[in-house]
């Protein structure tokens, strides 16, 4: 009953999985039967569960699958299996840990029944339900082990092989001398006389079914297949049990490797590591060291090599491996420099690289930073305080402009005569007395006023948006024109030649050849004139008082000025007239 | 009967008419100093006085040309004059320490070396000065004489320069004024004088380098150089002249 509804549920399996391909596309035609499959397979599995286990298990008894997600499902799995996995850890441990028992029987016919029962009742394609199983197995080839012990009378020797069992030679021996002694008195030509070298071979195929018949398969029960440690546990296939219980013969094979690092990778530190693949020393030495596992109906067969043996095989497979690597040319992501036509199409969008970037990265445009933004616009816009870029123009370096602009006042002066004289006395005399006193800044004035000024330029720098640095101005240097020799003749050694004026300062150099008036042709005539005329031009443009800047200009006075007494008195009396006027009329109104 | 001289600048009539019986009196006396008149027959000389500090009592007609100075007043003066009275006699009175007054009749401004008076020097500045006010400067401008001694004035004519007649004479000295006087305001600032036009008449006050640049400038404006030229001249002289000092 169980098995027909196992078989069903692998059944259905086999056909919802038929093409694994499907699977990458979502299915939603056969959703309802894989959910109906999945809590099939787990009532069934947790009822075959053993009660010991139902008590302590966190798992439920029967699946919910109507209305939950994929999520839900699988997290009541997972419950089930957590639980079962550290069981079976612990179970496959144990058994590892007496490995001896661990021999599946031997082929012989009457113990054929029982790998089958086992393999029989190892059909379960649930990941659930392997440890029953192979608990069942195990107990089931122990006793198989004992009976065969004890058929046997075992006693193992260091040279037992396959074919060669050290017991049954002496066995063979002593039946031989028996029997030569038997013979002796019988016959004599048989054994140790002449033997007929004419005679035909027949002895060896009469002794074998059939000499010319030799098989491979009858002295190696051999057939190459992987050992996983992995697969011991997947015993999902009932056909492959062709296991004859013979000792195996194990080549090696390249896949021994593999084994090896599988089973490393399985192991548990705490028990003595179970070892599917390679045996060890120890197991070198016993007999019965039947490692089977089996995948797909592959078999191995164990070879008892020694210990430099197996070290030489692994270092001669290290050692081809090694020379595959450097011998076949390296993949394309490590040739250095590779172009597109070097390497696969599309291969790059595969690969993930690693390089720096040297420039700032784009701003991360995300809705905070459009808000702040937008705001601050705003807030700008009500303020009116715009970023425009205001006009600059470049300061014009004129030279002339040191020379103090003499300014023609065109009006009258305030200052009567005797002020002005008054005023030129004054500063003659302040002039002959030396030091000019007046508005001396005091010196923390100063100190404060240069500094500020030079924290504001820095600070200009760091923050106006359109920065000028200042224009170098022009120095200053007052120059005397004094000839050269009375400069020269004076003492001082500070005074150079280079205080005094050039020859260019003190008269121009006059721009093309030299030429005198008779010389001159039309054009130069006129460019003459024309120079004349533009100078006088200049000369007469007499700067306006309010042109300068000191200067601004006033309020006129609308009043006539008054010149004559008669006008005078003439006005006097008109303002008077007026103003009793306005008064009298008010007078009357009240 | 001793007759005296008739003194050319004095255009009064003799203020003391020598009578016959004074003289037979023989108490004529010959020089007018001083405030001590002793005698009682003297008649006294009504004049009109607008503000007399002293009552001068002259017996004498003539006073004597270093004592006294007579600066004769000319029609369109007048008014000003009398306006600016104050402000003409107080300095000369206090701080030349002369006696001043101003003969109504005669239209002369006179002024004498008092008792008081330190210097006697001062009364010619003070001539001058009541002179060059009396020619058209400003009491202010005038006042300069008194204060500095190296001031002169400086009075020519037009047709010293250049002979015009009609209506050149009219555009030349409308040339020297400018259109509101600018011209010539212009030459006084830069060269530190003031300057008076009387109709053909030019007077400059200031100092005699001053006035030369002044007499410079107007002569060329007379012979006809535009203003902006005379300017242009004017600066550079003025600049030097400045730099000089």
């Avoid at chain 1, 002295?219 to 999902?236: L, V």
């Avoid at chain 2, 015009?164 to 011209?183: E, M, P, Y």
């Amino acid at each position: 009953m169980a098995n027909a509804k196992m078989q069903n549920m692998i059944d259905k399996f086999s056909t919802l999985t038929e093409k694994p391909v499907k699977y990458l596309t979502v299915q939603d035609d056969i959703k309802k039967d894989i959910k109906n499959l999945v809590k099939s397979l787990y009532d069934f599995t947790k009822s075959q569960e053993q009660d010991s286990k139902t008590k302590q298990s966190q798992a439920l008894k029967k699946i919910i699958v109507n209305d939950f997600d994929e999520e839900q499902i699988w997290q009541q799995i997972e419950i089930q299996n957590s639980q079962c996995w550290d069981q079976l850890v612990w179970d496959v441990a144990n058994s590892m840990s007496s490995k001896k028992d661990l021999t599946f029987p031997i082929q012989f016919p009457e113990d054929r029944a029982q790998p089958d029962e086992a393999c029989s009742e190892n059909l379960s394609d649930n990941e659930n339900k392997q440890l029953e199983p192979h608990n069942v197995k195990k107990s089931k080839v122990k006793s198989k082990n004992k009976v065969n012990k004890q058929q046997l009378n075992t006693r193992t020797s260091v040279v037992d092989d396959q074919f060669f069992k050290l017991q049954d030679m002496e066995k063979f021996l002593v039946n031989e001398e028996k029997t030569e002694a038997k013979g002796k008195k019988s016959n004599d030509d048989d054994d140790e006389g002449s033997i007929d070298m004419f005679d035909e071979i027949e002895s060896e195929a009469s002794d074998n079914e059939g000499g010319k018949e030799m098989m491979y398969s009858d002295f190696f029960n051999d057939e190459n297949g992987d050992e996983n440690a992995e697969s011991y546990d997947e015993e999902s296939n009932e056909g492959d049990i062709d296991r004859s219980s013979k000792k195996k013969v194990r080549f090696a094979e390249p896949n021994s490797d593999e084994s090896e690092i599988d089973d490393e990778n399985t192991k548990t530190d705490e028990h003595k590591k179970p070892r599917f693949g390679q045996p060890d020393a120890e197991e070198s030495e016993s007999d019965d060291e039947d490692m089977v596992s089996q995948v797909n109906g592959e078999k191995h067969v164990e070879e008892k090599k020694s210990e430099f043996e197996l070290r030489q095989q692994r270092l001669k497979e290290r050692i081809s491996k090694l020379e595959e690597k450097t011998l076949t040319e390296a993949p394309w992501q490590l040739k250095g420099e590779i172009d597109a036509t070097k390497r696969p199409q599309n291969s790059l969008l595969e690969e993930v690289l690693d390089f720096d970037l040297t420039t700032r990265p784009p701003p991360t445009i995300t809705e905070q930073t459009t808000v702040t933004l937008e705001g601050l616009i705003k807030q700008r816009v009500k303020d009116k305080a715009w970023d425009d870029v205001i006009r600059k123009e470049k300061p014009v370096d004129d030279q002339l402009l040191f020379k103090k602009p003499e300014v023609l006042d065109q009006s009258k002066s305030k200052l009567s005569l005797a002020q002005v004289y008054e005023t030129e006395y004054l500063k003659q005399k302040q002039a002959l007395s030396g030091e000019v006193e007046d508005e001396k800044e005091p010196e923390s004035h100063t100190e404060i006023r240069t500094a500020m000024s030079k924290l504001f330029s820095k600070l200009d720098a760091l923050c106006h948006y359109h920065y000028t640095p200042k224009a170098p101005q022009a120095e200053v240097k007052i120059i005397s024109n004094t000839p050269a020799i009375s400069m020269e003749e004076v003492a001082p050694i500070a005074v150079s030649d280079a205080a005094l004026l050039a020859p260019e300062e003190v008269k121009k150099k006059r721009k093309g050849d030299l030429m005198s008036k008779e010389e001159r042709t039309q054009t130069d005539k006129n460019r003459e004139r024309r120079k004349k005329k533009k100078l006088q031009r200049k000369k007469g443009q007499v700067m306006k008082v309010t042109e300068h800047r000191n200067t601004k200009k006033g309020v006129e006075s609308s009043e006539k000025s008054l010149k004559t007494s008669k006008a005078f008195f003439q006005q006097l009396n008109d303002e008077a007239t007026s103003l009793i006027k306005s008064k009298t009329k008010k007078n009357v109104k009240k | 009967m001793e007759t005296e001289n008739i003194n050319v600048d004095e255009f009064l009539p003799a203020k003391n008419p020598i009578k016959l019986s004074n003289i037979k009196k023989g108490v004529v006396t010959e020089s007018g100093e001083g405030m001590d008149v002793e005698e009682q027959n003297v008649i006294k000389k009504k004049t009109k006085k607008f503000k007399l500090k002293k009552v001068k009592k002259n017996a004498e007609p003539n006073e004597s040309k270093i004592k006294m100075r007579k600066v004769a007043v000319p029609a369109h003066r007048y008014t000003p004059l009398r306006e600016n009275w104050l402000k003409i006699f107080t300095p000369i009175v206090e701080h030349l320490l002369l006696q001043v007054r101003f003969n109504t009749k005669s239209r002369n401004v006179e002024i004498r070396v008092g008792p008081e008076t330190k210097d006697d020097a001062n009364l010619q500045k003070a001539a001058d000065f009541v002179k060059a006010f009396l020619y058209g400067f400003d009491v202010e401008d005038a006042l300069a004489l008194l204060r500095l001694d190296d001031l002169f004035v400086e009075s020519f004519e037009i047709k010293d320069v250049k002979t015009l007649q009609g209506d050149h004479l009219g555009r030349a000295i409308g040339r020297l004024a400018g259109k509101a006087g600018r011209t010539k305001f212009t030459i006084e600032n830069v060269t530190k004088t003031r300057i008076v036009l009387a109709d053909s008449k030019i007077h400059i006050l200031g100092s005699y380098q001053n006035i030369a640049l002044a007499r410079r400038a107007i002569c060329n404006l007379i012979m006809g150089s535009p203003p902006s030229k005379v300017y242009g001249n004017l600066r550079n002289v003025a600049k030097r002249v400045a730099e000089r000092f």
